[in-house]
DNA sequence: GATGAATGAGGTTTCATTCAT
DNA sequence: CATGAATGAAACCTCATTCAT
């Protein structure tokens, strides 16, 4: 069946070339700024194709946020678990937000400035599953800092509270990153991040 | 002038009667989901009224944020203030947030739920001042770290990168007590908080 | 309360211009090629207007239909009910239809032709009303049958049968009426259409 | 031409399957609320087929309109031509219609419920075709008449006005059978529908 | 000064029709 | 010829804002 193949494929390039075109606009002008008919027209497709696509404005929004948090988190996580110690991991988890951040800054822009969520009558499922990414993100870097317990590398102390607070810290980065002049790549904080918050920012010696 | 006296008071008693209506539904609605007449509805002023106060919808959110803003930031200030100590001014800061937040619980929501800003065509007013202010609110803790590091209190480092670290783990801290259950007192978890700012997570001795 | 009751009155005369300017154009044009905007026009309120009196077009549809067909049926019923005899009756039954009919074409257009239902996915509860009502209506002639029968004007028969004759007796007459030139007043026929429903048109000896 | 004809045949039998089915479905949902997708998935025709068949929507639908309607006075008008004596042929009428109902339930449904006619800005060809072919046949009934009044079977009387009572007795009968319970074959009825044309409902004796 | 009915611009969505494959 | 994805005009409805009372 090469003709249905190439004709799927066809579909799904059309598809992403619509959601592509979304991030870009939503990213700027949030959800209820942001009308069908400009989307139609910036991506090239009539307004009556996206319906074909998507069934409403709603579910074209939740669809492409979905699939872009999926993917970052699903991204991130590969790419820690590629790593074996605790303390790799946690400067993979870091080094994987940055660089995500640096190739997605659309969404990025969007998803930080907290527009994730479109509160709607009843279809809090977005909102609820954004939520639960979230938190399970969270039991994910929770199991990384039990493991650096278990194997010494972290001291004991209550690993969700760690969680939160590696969290914390990679997020006020990029946000500070965006907000102000990005004219050096965020990598660059890497090192700077994870010494942070592997050692405080006490001075050294206090007795 | 008792009358004129009189009436001033009348005016921004139902002024504010109306913002903070305004905060308890913009905050579980959202901006654009929030019709003018549920407000008047629920304030129990006429719509007609609350253009008396506020010259349209945008402007009594805009007004609405910036004034809830304006206080939580100086009120935190001000208590930063009283402390003299770097440590000190940075338990303070971590111990305001956290009694800022226990009590106005439907404007964090508001803003954490990234509400803060309306994308609106060019009145980007708005989202510039929340900026403006955030950044500014960064340095003022950024000037804490470098009485910290000046005092050696704190160990020598980036203060802006510090002052984001702290930031960070703070709001981390917000979001993660605001999003699961919050049946224990955030304010509980103050020293935590301190402790891992200061110590960073890593074990106390590894060479 | 004089200001209550004169925006009552008010609001109740709008109400109705609407509807009048409704009646008209649904039955010049259907249910579906009648668009909001051209009862706008015509009724010359804004189309927000229509919809602080009606909440969406079908119920604007819905409320004409139930309101002129409760009218309508009511005033029929009253007038036979003021007739004693059961011949009396019959004959005001066709003399009212005909004059409701010659007082209101339009609605009657609109009935005739059919639209009286719109079918809409759930809300068949205008189509089923009307049906009742019809229903109603015949039980209500079947009735006045029932009341000839009982005192001999009326031969032994099934009434039920007798009711359908006669409205559709009637009903046909309305629509030859209506279909070919009215430059006759349908009043005129009323004596002839009671003549044929009580002797039948067979010839009056046949044996 | 073999070939051709078997084309022809083929092209016939294509046609009539999507009129079957466009029966069904516009009876069902009534002219608007059908779309032209429905009819394809119904039929198993793609849309782009249709309009191979059917120039428009509008079309579609008024063809089968026209032929059903065709089809049925005809089918009557050949069954009445049958019979000699006027009371016969109404006899013959009457039976013919219910005969028709019972077999055709959807088509008159589609009817009864009045969606005979679409109004369409311009196009009122259909509803200027139903109403000629109403009126042609009241026509041809008011025939029927004048015959029996020639032949003294009937009395002597408006035969324009016979014309349509009969047929109003008619058609009052086939709705009544329609919104009740349709269990008990229509075609019982003949008999007494004849009867109450002919005889009245009058007592016997009246003088 | 307070009111809230009237307004109408503008957004989302549907669906008959076309035309390239 | 058959197909069905793409099209975009047009409809319904909402809601911020005004202004006569």
Redesign the pocket.
């Given at each position: 069946m090469e003709k249905t193949k190439r004709k799927e494929m066809e579909f799904q390039l059309?598809r992403s070339e619509i959601l592509t075109t979304a991030v870009k606009i939503f990213a700027s002008k949030g959800f209820y700024t942001?009308?069908?008919?400009e989307i139609s027209d910036d991506s090239?497709?009539?307004?009556?194709?996206l319906?074909?696509?998507f069934?409403?404005?709603?579910n074209l929004y939740t669809t492409m946020i979905c699939e872009k948090l999926d993917m970052m988190y699903s991204g991130i996580r590969e790419k820690v678990d590629g790593a074996e110690h605790a303390i790799d991991k946690i400067e993979m988890l870091i080094k994987s937000y940055f660089n995500y951040v640096e190739n997605n800054i659309d969404f990025c822009n969007l998803f930080i400035r907290g527009e994730g969520t479109i509160p709607s009558e009843e279809k809090t499922q977005l909102r609820e599953k954004v939520i639960k990414d979230y938190l399970n993100h969270m039991d994910f870097i929770e199991g990384i800092m039990r493991l650096g317990m278990d194997t010494a590398y972290l001291r004991v102390c209550d690993p969700r509270i760690m969680a939160y607070s590696l969290f914390g810290v990679i997020r006020a980065h990029i946000v500070g990153w965006m907000l102000e002049n990005h004219d050096y790549p965020l990598s660059d904080k890497v090192d700077c991040v994870l010494q942070i918050f592997l050692r405080g920012v006490g001075a050294e010696v206090r007795e």
């Open positions: 059309r942001t009308t069908m008919a090239g497709f009539a307004i009556g194709t319906y074909q696509f069934e409403s404005k709603e």
